[in-house]
């Protein structure tokens, strides 16, 4: 893998930015078709596990500022370890592509996104996601970790991520589409989301 890419800097990187976040319990025979047969999805409740939906701005980062949607259908068990399995990722900026892929083993794919206040949103060829929300008034700052798992093509990782926000919950209406089964996922119509603003997150060297 081409860690020494001279188009962006080796792991971790630390990016700051603002990002919605919805959360959704999802049945595990319906979150196995987008894991490795060879991970174990984790219930956290009777038959049914953790999702993600991450949709975020960027406005620094070592590669400049991008827009990026990630999600995780499912807490795995693989290989030892517990974390989040990343199953799809897009992002608007080739050089962030590249590096994802070659340092992190993260699938990104180019999608294109706008972000305006009170609405995030992306369209590529596998992946369209979309949150309208009304700005929380109110926040807290919070610290947050946890742990993904990624492969791309022959390669694949699990790495670390923490950081901090000012977080609030927002109602939002949300959707999720794109490759088929992805909208069983059940990112569709309102829900509570977590927004977080003023973030700062660092993500881990990759590990093997």
Known sequence: MALDDPRF???PWTLRGEAIVG??????????????????????????????????KYWESPVGSYHEVIVAPALVWRKGRLGFWISHIGV??????????????????????????GRARASGSGLN??????????????????????????????FAARGSARVAFA???????????????????????VVCEQMKIKIGRPHR
């Not at 999802?26 to 949709?55: E, H, M, N």
């Not at 994802?100 to 794919?109: D, F, M, S, T, V």
């Not at 700005?135 to 970790?145: D, K, N, T, W």
């Not at 992805?182 to 829900?191: A, I, K, R, Y």
């Open 92 to 117: 608007d900026h080739a050089t962030s592509i590249a590096a994802g892929r070659a340092i992190w083993a993260l699938p990104k794919e180019p999608v294109s996104m706008e972000w305006i206040a």
């Open 171 to 193: 109602r939002a209406s949300v959707e999720l589409g794109g490759d088929p089964g992805l909208g069983q996922l059940g990112f569709v119509g309102t829900m509570s989301v």
């Open 9 to 11: 800097q080796s792991a």
């Open 129 to 158: 996601a979309q949150a309208l929300f009304e700005p929380p008034r109110r926040s807290i700052r919070l610290p947050f970790a946890g742990v993904a798992m990624s492969k791309y093509r022959k390669d694949e990782s699990w």
């Open 23 to 56: 959360l959704k319990l999802v049945r595990s025979d319906v979150a196995r078709q987008f894991v490795p047969a060879d991970a174990k999805v984790v219930c956290v409740w009777p038959g049914r596990t953790l999702a993600i939906l991450y949709l975020c």
